[in-house]
């Protein structure tokens, strides 16, 4: 394929990702409407200085795996710039976004908290419960996964796409498993705090990670392995 052709396929997807991520800023554009939803503060940053930073890292990080992920699979371009420390620079400003993403939606949760209309108790026994499935995804990826093959080394290391698929732990259940359950972790502190702010976020999350998967990681997964991904 010429250079061309692969700058073409390295923007697949990513239309319908500017589209979705369209319509779910707009649906949270619409739930600030709430009642309460900009209410407190935290450290001296209003919940609405939350809610934008919050969201912003959202895309951002999202931004960054697609751009780390296709920049390698169209011409292994971080591996000829930086050599064999490719995933590990890629790696680490993952982390960092990644581990941001819990950390400023607890941070909008507790400016904002008790804006949501739930007893305590109740809102306690929820986040409990959504802490369960996040507890088990986190053994289940450091004992069968691996963290490397769940931030992306496919893209950069040819050697791990001869792994065979995982259906231990909770991948017994879905083969999404990540998707599916790690983004409970940022409805926790919003149910715990009882924040509808914090709610709110963590629901665009969740769905937006779902855009990069059918955007981003799908048509990645159809090139690197061929057929049609299992879900």
């Known amino acids: 394929m ?3 052709g692969e700058r073409c396929v390295g923007f697949e997807g990513q239309l319908r990702h500017l589209l979705g991520l369209g319509v779910l800023l707009a649906g949270l554009a619409g739930a600030s409407r709430l009642p309460g939803f900009f209410d407190g503060e935290l450290l001296g940053f209003s919940t609405r200085a939350w809610v934008v930073v919050a969201v912003a890292n959202a895309v951002a990080h999202q931004t960054y795996v697609c ?9 292994r371009h971080l591996t000829r710039i930086f050599g064999r420390a490719a995933f590990g620079i890629y790696a680490a400003g993952f982390v960092v976004l990644f581990l941001a993403r819990p950390s400023l939606v607890t941070g909008l949760a507790i400016a ?25 995804l986190g053994y289940s990826v450091r004992r069968y996964f691996g963290f490397r093959r769940a931030m992306g080394i496919d893209h950069f290391d ?15 259940f879905t083969s999404n498993a990540m998707y599916s359950f790690a983004f409970l972790l940022l409805w926790v502190p919003a ?14 999350s969740h769905l ?24």
């Open 2 to 4: 010429t250079e061309t």
């Open 67 to 75: 751009l780390c992920w296709r920049l390698e699979l169209h011409g």
């Open 112 to 136: 904002n908290a008790g804006s949501l209309p739930i007893d305590p108790g109740p809102a306690r026994a929820i986040s409990a419960v959504l802490l369960v499935p996040v507890l088990y």
């Open 158 to 172: 040819p050697s791990y796409r001869d792994a065979p698929l995982v259906r231990e732990g909770i991948f017994r």
């Open 191 to 204: 149910c715990y705090f009882r924040s509808t702010a914090a709610l709110c976020v963590a629901l665009f």
């Open 208 to 231: 937006y990670i779902w855009v990069h998967y059918f955007c981003t990681e799908r048509p990645d997964m159809k090139r690197i392995y061929g057929g049609e991904p299992a879900t």
